[in-house]
């Protein structure tokens, strides 16, 4: 599926996947993905004032000379209120994209932050939801039908939202390292939240409206970020079996010496292809934030697999070696996009269009 575009809009593409980027617009970024499915996503809203007839102050996509990646910058003005800066950075690969969403107060406070509605379309068949139950990671499925259903409903957002299409394609929209930020609830003893997916088999909707401050509450003036990822595929993707040397990470791999770890012994690995078997999957140390003010903040290793998997992708393809990360032992893990992309290896046909 291709899509037209016009000056105000980027494209980053693969064999795989479109991503059309727009600025000045508050629906501003739009995926056609493999089978039928399409994921779109909506401008955000601070205190009541939209994304609507907003300002774009720098917009540019360059890709990487291997084409393993490409990478993305819109940043946008709120003209109303107190000017709300609204700064967002995607960086692209062949099966998945990561986003980071920066969120200025401006001149005031951010004292209601809805964030933006990921619409996922096509002829929709399975909606899964991945959660979080104490230090566990749970997995509901449930079908989609030709009824509008509420498939999640709760004031902590769900770790990821994955949707499969009849033709078994999936795309998955999920939280960043940063759990943390994510469960504002947590944050302020005087703040709602509330998060839901609902939907029917032709679109799914996962509203998130992030932070409402009570009334007689008054807010500091702080900035948010958030972390957020993409991942797409076929729920039956062929598995690269070649022979490879195992490497266990024997610890979350937020934490720094876990990751020197892992890139020494790639750069030592002699040009045998290489599968890591990520453990400690979800995290409550601070530590290996280098926060050693906090003793618990919840975080998982998603992004770190993610670049992990990008630099040692490209650093082994130099000898003509590969890279993938092994299947995890609890099934709901398992079961999430983000590890099954990681189990197949990542191509380099990234591409612009500007």
Not at 86 to 112: H, N, Q, W, Y
Not at 237 to 244: G, R
Not at 247 to 261: E, H, I, K, L, Q
Request: a negative charge; glycine letters at 6%.
């Amino acid at each position: 599926m291709r899509m037209m575009f016009s000056q105000m809009e980027k494209k980053i593409f693969s064999s795989d996947f479109e991503m059309l980027l727009r600025g000045a617009e508050s629906n501003f970024c739009s995926l056609a993905l493999p089978g039928t499915l399409s994921v779109s996503m909506g401008g955000l809203a601070c205190n009541s004032f939209s994304e609507d007839g907003c300002l774009t102050d720098k917009f540019k996509v360059h890709s990487q000379i291997d084409n393993y990646g490409a990478e993305a910058e819109l940043f946008q003005t709120i003209p109303f209120g107190t000017e709300f800066k609204v700064k967002r950075r995607f960086e692209c690969a062949s099966s998945f994209v990561r986003m980071t969403l920066d969120v200025d107060p401006g001149k005031g406070a951010i004292e209601e932050l809805q964030l933006e509605d990921i619409v996922f379309e096509g002829e929709l068949k399975t909606v899964r939801i991945f959660s979080i139950d104490g230090k566990e990671i749970h997995l509901n499925t449930a079908e989609a039908t030709e009824n509008k259903t509420i498939f999640y409903d709760g004031e902590i957002p769900p770790l990821a939202v994955q949707i499969e299409d009849s033709t078994g394609a999936f795309a998955e929209f999920g939280c960043g390292n940063d759990l943390w930020r994510h469960q504002t609830v947590r944050l302020y003893d005087h703040c709602n939240a509330r998060f839901i997916v609902e939907g029917n088999k032709n679109k799914v909707v996962f509203r998130r409206h992030a932070l409402k401050i009570d009334k007689d509450f008054v807010m500091p003036k702080r900035s948010f970020r958030f972390k957020y990822y993409i991942v797409f595929g076929k729920q039956n993707e062929k598995k690269n079996n070649s022979e490879k040397i195992d490497f266990s990470t024997g610890d979350c791999m937020s934490a720094p010496a876990c990751r020197r770890a892992v890139r020494d012994f790639l750069r030592k690995s002699d040009g045998k292809s290489v599968r890591i078997n990520a453990e400690n999957f979800l995290c409550f140390d601070a530590a290996h934030l280098e926060r050693p003010g906090r003793e618990e903040l919840i975080h998982w290793s998603v992004e770190d697999f993610f670049e992990i998997m990008l630099w040692g992708s490209k650093l082994l393809a130099q000898n003509g070696a590969e890279l993938i990360f092994a299947p995890q032992k609890n099934s709901a893990v398992n079961e999430l996009g983000a590890m099954k992309i990681l189990q197949n290896l990542l191509e380099n046909n990234v591409n612009i269009e500007e």
